[in-house]
């Protein structure tokens, strides 16, 4: 068959981590989102494992990513990207199930990392269609540290300094638990030349009245079209809904996971958010600290144990689809209901 | 001129008043004329006067529009047929006729119904009361009368249908998958006894001689389900599929087996997927609120219960066919923590409730739930109280219709079924102005609902017409 040179056929297979592999990535590369680092991790499993046919392989892939969705805290995201691998592996692999194996896995590679450069251009597109949703004079609220948002928002300052068409002005909602992240992301605003106003979580009704939209970034989009994103959207939602101001959502299309809750507290993970206790906390460790301080590039320490899963600082909530306006991705902007049906033509 | 005043229409007592009316020429003229047709045809009588016999015509006249609005308002016109009369009498039935066209304003005569000349029945007063419409205004395009017995049914058939049809008018066999399959397996059968006649060719032979008398009698017995619909489609789809040249002994064969295997996919696995799904989205303490009874909510129940999971179940129950009754038996014979109530205790039991779980008829392409009437009623409060509707549906019942109201289209049941025998409304008939509407179904908007457990995945109300056309049009 064709020569695989560029592919390293090592017996590695065993010693493959892919908690390491996957927690290296997202450190390597601070654009990388997680379902895309699940991807990559996946392709470099792909590459390193010695699977001869193809049920070994898709097998091997299953346990390989129920091992990794066990190990990572938040696993809502990263399952968008392992699901979407998995279905475009058995997608792909089925004209030429009788075929060379060989010939699949590369395939697959040349589309898995032609996938990934994909994603990676997603940003751009999405900043490209909602900005003009930004119009001149309005003001914007958001929270989390989403990096969609982040380029949306900075695609549409950089309009004003070429043309002086779009000035506009951002309230952002803090996090205390992440105020590092908080700030980095005020201060990327505000050198972009953004009047950016900082608030607590708990002005976001005050606020409202001066505000025209929300936009916020999410980290899974669900298949009724509503949201799992950063814990504190869900009564921004609210809110704006009450109010009767837009709220819109910026994600890509590789974060729709096949998930359908019914509500908070259906998610299928375990959040720690409300715990009754009787006796009064103690002091965070400086590890702990730092680990709750951290930065959205300084995602995972590999050396530090992780704390409980999803303590505070990790938790998501659900937006339900009746709150969203609607969601921004870079096959366009679409309702919650055609989120559903995207799915369903992906998956069918 | 004594002559008979046009009878006034809506007359409670015609009858009184065309007497009256009918006497005061008789009196007036002296009684010794034969007057109207009270009298047998007037064949033997000498003959009247001109001025007489215009009399005469315009009391028969008179007599004849009575009958005519008696007929109208009864609502069952009867073909009245011309007595054997002489020449004479001829002439003035015609000028009547005529007569009674000028003053169409008051009656509408058919033009099925002849002018009757001395026909007896006429004067003597329809002896049955006017009889009040008592169907329902809104729903009276529904109306239908249903079949009870097989006698009176045609020759074409099948016997297997015959009792199938029996068996659904009165509910022996109710549920939308429960009719489907039945209506398929009685095909089956049909199918099985069918032989193409000579010169003719099983394809096209099949469905317009053979299976379309069966769905006519079926109707007949009860109006069809929208998922009978959906396979009787399917399988005049596979019946002109078969190939022309293909014996009659392998296509038919082929044809059941094509059944069998519909049944399979389309209902039996559908069934086993869906509550495998909905069992799983049932956690340890929830209480689950399901209304009437659906067989899928049941199985799923039933599951759910077999893996172990420790919750609750309340059956909200309503009249008049009380099939929750059969599916909370059921489920407290297998062990479930069952509570039952009517739909009057609706409101007080959704506080507790965790999830809600509801069968479905039909799913409409506006994402609205067709089912069994009261289950709007169920989803509305689930929704005031912040409680999520799941509901069941394979996607066989899925429909390309749209709902807007639970009016245009609905099944009337016989209003007789709402009557306890020695209650108040037993002779409901008597009462005037009273009319009893039994619908059967109703239609929940799709706001109400949060999911759809389908065999296709979970879907929300949005994606009803997708999977349609995947599912149901895409042969």
Same mark, same amino acid.
């Given at each position: ?6 592919? /390293? ?28 680092? +699940?991807?990559?991790?996946? !392709? ?35 399952? +968008? ?13 089925? /004209? ?29 597109? !999405? +900043? +490209? ?85 929300? !936009? ?103 937006? /339900? ?28 | ?15 009184? #008043? ?12 002296? $009684? ?73 304003? #008051? ?48 020759? =074409? ?17 109710? $549920?939308?998958?429960?009719? %489907? ?14 032989? @193409? ?8 032979? %099949? ?17 069809? #389900?929208?998922?009978? $619909? ?34 399979? =996919? ?36 039933? =599951? ?22 059969? %599916? ?25 409730? @965790? ?18 009437? $009261? ?19 394979? @996607? ?7 709902? %807007? ?38 239609? @929940? ?27 149901? =049009?895409?042969?």
């Amino acid at each position: 068959m064709a020569s695989l040179g560029n592919i /390293p056929q090592n017996e590695k297979s065993k010693s493959f981590d892919i908690v390491e592999t996957y927690n290296r990535l997202l450190h390597e590369d601070p654009e990388i989102t997680m379902p895309v680092a +699940a991807i990559e991790a996946l !392709i470099e499993l792909l590459v390193q494992s010695s699977a001869d046919t193809v049920y070994e392989f898709l097998d091997l892939v299953k346990t390989q990513s129920d091992y990794l969705k066990s190990r990572i805290p938040n696993s809502i995201s990263l399952s +968008a990207g392992t699901d979407l691998f998995q279905r475009y592996m058995i997608s792909s692999m089925k /004209p030429t199930s009788t075929g060379d194996f060989e010939t699949v896995r590369q395939h697959l590679l040349s589309n898995g990392r032609l996938f990934v450069s994909r994603a990676k251009a997603a940003r751009e597109r !999405i +900043a +490209a269609y909602g900005r003009h949703f930004v119009r001149d004079g309005s003001v914007v609220l958001t929270h989390g540290g989403s990096r969609v948002v982040g380029t949306l928002l900075g695609k549409a300052a950089e309009a004003s300094k070429t043309g002086g068409n779009v000035r506009f002005k951002v309230i952002y909602v803090m996090n205390e638990a992440r105020s590092a992240e908080s700030k980095a992301v005020v201060s990327l605003l505000r050198a972009k030349g953004v009047p950016v106003a900082t608030i607590s979580e708990g002005a976001v009704g005050y606020a409202m009245g001066k505000v025209n939209l929300v !936009i916020v970034g999410a980290e899974g989009v669900v298949e009724n079209g509503g949201i799992i994103s950063r814990l504190g959207t869900y009564q921004i939602a609210l809110l704006a809904k009450a109010a009767g101001k837009p709220f819109y959502v910026a994600a890509e299309s590789h974060k729709f996971v096949r998930l359908y809750p019914l509500g908070q507290y259906d998610l299928g993970i375990d959040q720690q958010v409300i715990e009754f206790e009787t006796e009064d906390k103690k002091e965070l460790t400086d590890d702990e600290r730092k680990f709750a301080d951290r930065t959205p590039t300084e995602e995972y320490f590999g050396s530090v144990d992780l704390p409980k899963p999803n303590a505070a600082v990790d938790a998501v909530d659900f937006t /339900p689809p009746a709150l969203v306006s609607a969601l921004i991705t870079e096959t366009g902007v679409l309702t919650p209901s055609a989120v559903s049906e995207e799915l369903i033509s992906m998956w069918y | 001129m004594p002559s008979s005043d046009p009878p006034t229409i809506a007359e409670p007592a015609p009858a009184e #008043s065309l007497a009256a009316t009918q006497a005061k020429p008789q009196g007036k003229n002296g $009684g010794a004329k034969p007057v109207i047709a009270q009298d047998a045809p007037a064949t033997g009588d000498s003959k009247l006067s001109n001025a007489e016999l215009k009399k005469q015509a315009k009391a028969e006249k008179a007599a004849r529009r009575q009958q005519a609005l008696a007929e109208k308002q009864s609502g069952a016109p009867q073909i009245i047929v011309a007595a054997a009369p002489g020449t004479q009498q001829k002439g003035e039935a015609q000028k009547g006729g005529k007569g009674q066209h000028k003053r169409g304003a #008051s009656t509408s005569m058919d033009a099925r119904s002849l002018p009757v000349r001395g026909a007896p029945a006429v004067p003597a007063i329809p002896a049955a009361p006017k009889k009040e419409d008592k169907t329902v205004e809104f729903f009276r395009h529904l109306y239908k009368q249903r079949t009870t017995s097989i006698a009176g049914a045609s020759k =074409e058939v099948h016997p297997a249908v015959l009792a199938l049809g029996l068996q659904m008018s009165n509910y022996t066999i109710c $549920g939308s998958c429960a009719r %489907l399959v039945a209506t398929l397996q009685a095909f089956k059968r049909v199918i099985e006894s069918y032989s @193409t006649p000579r010169g003719y060719s099983l394809t096209r032979h %099949l469905t317009s001689h053979v299976l379309s008398p069966q769905i006519e009698y079926l109707s007949s017995c009860r109006p069809m #389900s929208i998922s009978m $619909g959906n396979a009787i489609r399917w399988l005049k789809l596979e019946v002109s599929k078969v190939d022309i040249s293909t014996p009659d002994s392998e296509a038919k064969k082929d044809l059941c087996d094509a059944i069998d295997r519909f049944i399979q =996919e389309r209902v039996t696995f559908a069934d086993q997927v869906i509550a495998k799904s909905a069992a799983d989205k049932i956690r340890d303490g929830d209480v689950i609120m399901t209304f009437a009874k659906s067989s899928i909510v049941q199985r799923s129940l039933v =599951e759910a219960h077999q893996a172990g999971k420790k919750f609750r179940v309340i059956v909200v129950d309503s009249r008049p066919l009380h099939e929750g009754k059969h %599916l909370a038996a059921a489920l407290a014979t297998l062990g479930l923590d069952v509570k039952y109530c009517l739909i009057n205790g609706l409101s007080h039991n959704i506080q507790d409730v @965790t999830k809600v779980m509801l069968g479905a008829h039909a799913m409409m392409s506006n994402g609205r739930l067709f089912s069994r009437v $009261g289950t709007a009623l169920v989803a509305m409060e689930a929704n005031e109280a912040d409680k999520p509707v799941l509901v069941l549906c394979e @996607t066989i019942k899925f429909t390309e219709r749209v709902a %807007l109201d639970s009016i245009v289209h609905n099944e009337i049941a016989p209003a007789d079924e709402l009557v306890i025998p020695g209650g108040p409304l037993e002779k409901w008939g008597d009462v005037k102005k009273l009319q009893l509407c039994n619908p059967m179904f109703d239609v @929940t908007p799709a706001e109400y609902i949060q999911m759809i457990v389908t065999e296709s995945g979970n879907v929300p109300p949005t994606s009803v017409p997708v999977l349609h056309r995947l599912g149901n =049009e895409s042969q």
